[in-house]
């Protein structure tokens, strides 16, 4: 849309150039002013891009001050503090009259209707036995398969794939991952549309009171005692929110080795507020992801950054 390119070049000349853009959800980080010169009284701004601005829903919050100094809200009040006259101009003219609240309606998610347990199919049957012999290359025991109710679809439209659900709190199906078990499938991943910028994969199964590992993927997961499996690299502000307000104990990023960038990135952004000495980084091998260290994270925990 036009109007967000003009707001998007608005907050450029206000804020300076950002440090990350997401067209899909409007969500825009640049510098942080309120933590650069007021908290940390730098001459420039801080280089830590703790400030999230959606454009789309024209909100705004700092990751790092939003709770301490009250950086959050309409994206108007921002614009009004750090903007000069000519840009809150500009922005009286492209905002829109009314707000509407965007929100996506999907539909209830249900499993795929031909998905089953690995105990309701034969295990002779071929396709069953190649699922099977997948997820035990992957080092993935019964146990697990039984603890995460793993289960596989051998027609339909997840043909050929194993399915991790995944529950709320309140133990409702909010989303699950369908794998495809033949390595040369072009596709690895299928996934339903549902709302992955508020989803906590497997909420279910998390012990806020414990130390929390966050991890990239699903098959990650099974390996570590208590991880969130983010679906990527980056947490999204349901997740933040929740563990800004409710883990006790520590948090410790620990995504594949090939992505420190941006685990230092996630490392920075959450070590903050409440959550500050709190969260711990986890530098893998190059190569190498959670499921191949078989639970020995802490051998890989970074003392100094
Ligand atoms: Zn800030």
Request: charged fraction near 35%.
């Amino acid at each position: 849309m036009k109007e967000d390119s003009l707001l998007i070049d608005l907050i450029e000349t206000i804020f300076g150039e950002p440090k990350s853009v997401n067209e899909y959800s409007g969500q825009i980080s640049v510098d942080c002013p309120v933590c650069s010169y007021e908290i940390k009284g730098l001459s420039k701004t801080d280089g830590k891009g703790n400030l999230e601005i959606n454009y789309q829903q024209h909100v705004y919050k700092c990751w790092a001050c939003a709770e301490t100094h009250g950086t959050h809200g309409h994206l108007g009040k921002l614009i009004d503090e750090f903007g000069s006259k000519k840009d809150k101009k500009t922005y009286k003219l492209i905002r829109p009259d009314k707000f509407e609240k965007k929100e996506k309606v999907y539909k209830k998610l249900e499993l795929p209707k031909e998905f089953k347990k690995f105990d309701e199919i034969h295990p002779v049957h071929i396709p069953r036995k190649e699922a099977y012999n997948y997820l035990k290359k992957r080092g993935i025991t019964d146990e697990i398969i039984n603890k995460y109710g793993i289960g596989l679809c051998i027609e339909g439209e997840y043909q050929g794939r194993i399915i991790v659900p995944s529950y709320n709190k309140k133990g409702e199906l909010n989303y699950f991952v369908g794998r495809s078990w033949n390595t040369r499938a072009k596709l690895k991943y299928k996934n339903p549309e549902a709302a992955k910028d508020f989803l906590i994969f497997n909420e279910s199964l998390i012990n806020w009171k414990k130390d929390i590992y966050l991890v990239e993927g699903v098959f990650d997961s099974f390996f570590l005692d208590n991880s969130i499996a983010l679906l990527g690299k980056y947490v999204n502000d349901n997740l933040w929110e929740m563990l800004y307000t409710k883990a006790k104990k520590n948090i410790i990023v620990c995504l594949d080795g090939d992505a420190f960038d941006d685990a230092k990135k996630l490392y920075d952004k959450l070590n903050g507020g409440s959550l500050y000495n709190r969260v711990k980084l986890a530098k893998l091998p190059k190569d190498k992801d959670v499921g191949d260290l078989k639970g020995e994270i802490n051998d890989y925990i970074l003392i100094e950054k």
